[in-house]
């Protein structure tokens, strides 16, 4: 006597679509944050006065390290260190 198989699992023509189905809604799942900076507020970070004013002093400060005019002010420095060590 043989068995013929009707309705098996194996000739299920539905499984195929399965695996699609849940990758697509992995996918969707894990779905990244974008961030988009415009050319305008690009232009403002570049220019901001901070940014100016420190590469002046940065400046500033090479020239007088070159030149050997530059002094550190010890006491300015051990107050500094002081004050940083009673914060932590």
Do not use: C, W
Request: glycine share 2%; aromatic share 10%; net charge positive.
């Amino acid at each position: 006597m043989r068995i013929n198989h009707f309705n098996s699992i194996q000739n299920n023509p539905y499984t195929k679509q399965v695996p699609h189905m849940k990758d697509n809604h992995v996918k969707a799942a894990y779905k990244k944050d974008d961030i988009q900076i415009s050319d305008e507020a690009k232009k403002l970070l570049s220019s901001s006065k901070f940014e100016q004013d420190r590469m002046n002093k940065v400046n500033e400060i090479k020239q007088q390290v070159d030149s050997g005019t530059y002094q550190i002010n010890v006491f300015k420095t051990a107050a500094s260190i002081i004050h940083y060590y009673k914060q932590v």
